[in-house]
């Protein structure tokens, strides 16, 4: 199993871009999540989903919107990108209250 | 919202030296997790323990859920121990994790 895998690994956007970065998951995990991770602190949950075809807001959502049509996939889409989401992405997926994360990817927003 | 509050913020031992690091919280919780994110950012699920005593190894973990307070004992450490543990914790079921700041931890040879 490759477990949750991300892409890309680093990406430089300008402001006003829009990008999606990808998340996948080969352990057939209902469960789905989008943090972020500013310097220094801990990890904010930004999306997450209960399953393919239903997602639902966490604590940072602004500026970031989420699919989920299959089980395999959870994009995350940034509109309209700012220095303010600026930061290391990291997608995980949970099962029995364990959660596994991907590798993450670094995102500077100039 | 519910606090995750973890202490010491940073903590700088000798190789062999054995820790301990807390984690406490402010309200009932379903699910609390430690982490490990190792220098390269790579976050590994260390325990899931919302309530009792786990061990893995040289790591072990005690939620007393009571008393809202979780401890990671880390003994015999190793320059590998290095990085930054996050504790996280879930109130609202669909283990929406709330992390705490973390404890930075530097194993010197």
């Known amino acids: 199993n490759a477990g949750v895998t991300q892409t890309p690994k680093f990406r430089i956007l300008k402001i006003g871009q829009s990008m999606t970065l990808q998340c996948t998951q080969d352990m057939n995990h209902n469960y789905m999540y989008w943090y972020r991770q500013d310097p220094g602190m801990g990890l904010k949950l930004i999306y997450y989903?209960?399953?393919?075809?239903?997602?639902d807001k966490g604590e940072v959502p602004n500026g970031y919107n989420v699919s989920r049509s299959t089980t395999e996939d959870f994009p995350l889409r940034l509109e309209l990108a700012a220095p303010s989401q600026t930061s290391v992405y990291f997608c995980?997926?949970?099962?029995?209250?364990?959660?596994?994360f991907g590798p993450g990817t670094r995102l500077t927003v100039l | 919202g519910i606090q995750v509050e973890q202490s010491p913020p940073d903590l700088i031992l000798q190789e062999g030296a054995n820790s301990t690091l807390r984690c406490n919280f402010s309200d009932s919780v379903n699910n609390l997790q430690w982490f490990h994110q190792n220098p390269w950012g790579q976050l590994i699920n260390l325990f899931y323990i919302p309530s009792g005593t786990k061990q893995n190894g040289r790591l072990s973990a005690t939620t007393v859920a009571t008393e809202r307070y979780s401890l990671l004992y880390i003994s015999s450490s190793q320059t590998t121990d290095s990085g930054v543990y996050f504790c996280a914790v879930d109130i609202q079921g669909a283990q929406k994790l709330v992390f705490g700041q973390g404890t930075r931890l530097t194993i010197n040879p």
């Open positions: 989903s209960v399953g393919a075809g239903i997602t």
């Open positions: 995980a997926s949970s099962t029995f209250g364990t959660q596994y």
